[in-house]
């Protein structure tokens, strides 16, 4: 049954799933992937379960590893796109699924291993959506995920926010009562202590500089409006003009940024969180 909730959810990541594919997926998320897998330890050959994959920042670079990849996503147009880049590169062995994280339709103790890259860090209910991956994956195997560092290291939405701010004075930014959800376990130890209370032993939790390269302004204003619906809801309430004077101050800063050396770099702070389900 898909409740009201749910269905408003998979609609907003339809809205943007082909942006996303086209501007979020293809970039430092690869390489970011890249070191989630190496710490994992995933090797080729092993079943591996990606949650809320997006278009395959995650499941893409698992199956050119060589694993045996299920990536499912509530997002029906993401999964499509997933399927694409499969298709495209010839993997075999990645399938894609239409599938809620926080209620996966699959058996006990499937897969060799577990992950999510800025995925289950969004759920309305992460710890049920940990609690699930943890289920499917059988007893001794790594379970992962990939999640935002504190709010202040994340300097694109800073500085996306402060230009929303030089177009409309009125907009509050974010509240400090009430921080987004993509933020919701990037406090110190948060999220070692949630994946600890969902039963993973071993839990190590390792700090990583996520680095997003900008050419232009233009460019970092259709990442940041395509990597989540949530920041297109910071933006509904602006008038066109103000749009087109909000791209030019990130042209602007991105300009500053680079110091005259292509591109700018703007740093995240990323927590990689692992564990081991218990035997």
Same mark, same amino acid.
């Given at each position: 049954?898909?409740?009201?909730?749910?269905?408003?959810?998979?609609?907003?990541?339809?809205?943007? !799933?082909?942006?996303? *594919?086209?501007?979020?997926?293809?970039?430092?998320?690869?390489?970011?992937?890249?070191?989630?897998?190496?710490?994992?330890?995933?090797?080729?050959?092993?079943?591996?379960? *990606?949650?809320?994959?997006?278009?395959?920042?995650?499941?893409?670079?698992? !199956?050119?590893?060589?694993?045996?990849?299920?990536?499912?996503?509530?997002?029906?147009?993401?999964?499509?796109?997933?399927?694409?880049?499969?298709?495209?590169? /010839?993997?075999?062995?990645?399938?894609?699924? %239409?599938?809620?994280?926080?209620?996966?339709?699959?058996?006990?103790?499937?897969?060799?291993?577990?992950?999510?890259?800025?995925?289950?860090?969004?759920?309305?209910?992460?710890?049920?959506?940990?609690?699930?991956?943890?289920? %499917?994956?059988?007893?001794?195997?790594?379970?992962?995920?990939?999640?935002?560092?504190?709010?202040?290291?994340?300097?694109?939405?800073?500085?996306?926010?402060?230009?929303?701010?030089?177009?409309?004075?009125?907009?509050?930014?974010?509240?400090?009562?009430?921080?987004?959800?993509?933020?919701?376990?990037? /406090?110190?130890?948060?999220?070692?202590?949630?994946?600890?209370?969902?039963?993973?032993?071993?839990?190590?939790?390792?700090?990583?500089?996520?680095?997003?390269?900008?050419?232009?302004?233009?460019?970092?204003?259709?990442?940041?409006?395509?990597?989540?619906?949530?920041?297109?809801?910071?933006?509904? /309430?602006?008038?066109?003009?103000?749009?087109?004077?909000?791209?030019?101050?990130?042209?602007?800063?991105?300009?500053?940024?680079?110091?005259?050396?292509?591109?700018?770099?703007?740093?995240?702070?990323?927590?990689?969180?692992?564990?081991?389900?218990?035997?």
């Amino acid at each position: 049954m898909i409740t009201t909730e749910i269905s408003n959810i998979r609609k907003a990541w339809d809205g943007i !799933a082909v942006n996303f *594919d086209r501007y979020v997926t293809p970039t430092a998320n690869w390489v970011l992937a890249k070191t989630a897998l190496h710490f994992a330890g995933l090797n080729p050959g092993r079943q591996f379960l *990606d949650v809320a994959s997006g278009s395959g920042a995650l499941s893409l670079p698992a !199956a050119r590893l060589g694993a045996k990849v299920l990536a499912v996503d509530i997002s029906p147009v993401m999964i499509e796109r997933l399927k694409a880049r499969a298709e495209e590169e /010839g993997l075999k062995h990645l399938e894609g699924r %239409v599938m809620d994280g926080q209620h996966l339709d699959l058996e006990d103790n499937t897969f060799d291993m577990a992950g999510s890259q800025f995925g289950v860090m969004l759920f309305p209910n992460f710890q049920q959506g940990l609690s699930e991956m943890i289920r %499917v994956t059988r007893p001794g195997g790594p379970v992962f995920l990939v999640a935002f560092g504190p709010l202040q290291n994340a300097e694109f939405l800073g500085l996306f926010i402060e230009a929303i701010q030089e177009v409309e004075p009125d907009f509050s930014g974010i509240s400090p009562d009430k921080p987004l959800l993509p933020f919701q376990v990037s /406090g110190d130890g948060v999220l070692q202590q949630k994946m600890e209370a969902a039963g993973l032993e071993n839990v190590r939790v390792r700090p990583f500089i996520h680095r997003l390269s900008f050419y232009t302004g233009r460019q970092m204003w259709n990442w940041v409006t395509s990597s989540n619906p949530i920041t297109n809801e910071m933006i509904s /309430g602006l008038a066109d003009r103000q749009k087109k004077r909000l791209v030019q101050i990130l042209e602007d800063r991105i300009k500053e940024r680079s110091r005259g050396k292509e591109p700018a770099i703007l740093e995240v702070g990323v927590n990689i969180g692992i564990g081991e389900k218990v035997k």
